[in-house]
């Protein structure tokens, strides 16, 4: 006899398992003691709240059944035949007393209400790059509930990032970014349930990264991996939020699969590249901010997306400017999907 552990979504994920039998442990802290030993510190980060060994707010741990109560009490005994399962709780159909106060003021919001605000704590964003875009992007994101984001980045944080990279600050230096980033997104609200990667978005692993999200944020500072992505969701038919800046201009469209034109229609040609372009924080903080309402707006219904429309901002006149766009017939990527 033995206990037997059944992991579910994240945990099956990172255990790469349904479920594992263990021996000789006599309660729930020592069993999740010796899971992390067998599965390494992956499981160890969706478990515990950073640097701690508390339960994060996203792990549901029930015993034959019954959940360990909400002193998450890891002293809750175990015997063999006992059958403990793991799971994160964002599937919930039901917004908690909390959630309804701490969003308050956007379930106000006329068309978002309980119902959109339920749609987000379901909803599943994907946020490529977290620098200048991508930091805003999340921050809002996070604070927004989306229920469950995943973030990546392949790069450490440097000094030069720190003018406009608001989720990085000056003790994160040296440190990978998607760290820094999780840390902070789930201190700022610890009901979001955060999988940061460490990795580089290629052809190879672009269609299994952005699996199963509802919206793709394009938080990238090279053209080659936004087409990468453009592409990936148009094929997958995940909306793809463009978002770019240089100095104190930005560019911004939502690309709805079969809906409207893609990436490749609005920009055809990767432009120019340059080793180093100017940036002032401020401007990836204005088209991250309106790529996660974007987001909020695709995933809640409400208002009127920004597709077939290139906005661009110029913070050097201060203008919004909107460019129509079409789909263009022979578009590589969109042209074969139909209307
Ligand atoms: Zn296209």
Redesign the pocket.
């Known amino acids: 006899m033995a206990i037997t552990v059944k992991f579910f979504a994240n945990f099956r994920e990172v255990t790469r398992k349904e479920q594992e039998r263990v021996e000789g442990t006599k309660n729930v802290a020592s069993l999740l003691d010796d899971l992390v030993r067998r599965f390494g510190e992956g499981l160890a980060e969706q478990l515990y709240s950073p640097g701690t060994r508390k339960l994060r707010g996203t792990v549901n741990i029930l015993v034959n059944g019954r959940g360990i109560g909400f002193l998450r009490e890891l002293d809750t005994p175990l015997k063999d035949g006992d059958v403990v399962a793991i799971f994160p709780p964002v599937a919930g159909g039901k917004l908690t007393p909390g959630e309804l106060k701490r969003y308050s003021r956007q379930i106000i919001i006329p068309g978002l209400g309980k119902r959109g605000q339920l749609k987000l704590k379901q909803a599943h964003v994907f946020v490529a790059g977290l620098g200048g875009l991508g930091s805003p992007s999340s921050i809002y994101l996070v604070a927004a509930g989306v229920g469950h984001l995943t973030i990546i980045d392949e790069q450490k944080v440097d000094l030069t990032n720190l003018n406009r990279q608001v989720l990085h600050w000056e003790l994160d230096v040296g440190r990978s970014k998607a760290g820094s980033a999780v840390e902070k997104l789930f201190a700022m609200n610890p009901n979001v349930k955060v999988n940061s990667k460490l990795k580089r978005i290629t052809p190879k692993n672009v269609n299994k990264l952005i699996k199963g999200a509802d919206v793709v944020i394009d938080g990238m500072d090279n053209y080659p991996t936004r087409y990468l992505l453009?592409k990936a969701c148009?094929r997958n038919r995940i909306p793809f939020i463009h978002g770019a800046v240089e100095g104190l201009v930005g560019q911004l469209m939502t690309?709805l699969p079969k809906k409207g034109?893609?990436?490749?229609?609005?920009v055809p040609r990767e432009p120019p590249k340059k080793p180093v372009f100017p940036v002032l924080g401020a401007t990836p903080g204005v088209i991250g901010c309106l790529q996660a309402i974007e987001a909020i707006k695709l995933i809640t219904g409400v208002g009127k997306p920004l597709v077939g429309r290139m906005l661009i901002f110029n913070g050097r006149n201060m203008t919004f400017d909107e460019i129509r766009i079409k789909?263009?017939p022979s578009?590589?990527?969109?042209?074969r999907l139909s209307r």
Request: charged share 20%; glycine share 0%; aromatic share 0%.
């Open positions: 453009n148009v690309i034109p893609c990436l490749k229609c609005a789909r263009d578009c590589p990527v969109c042209s």
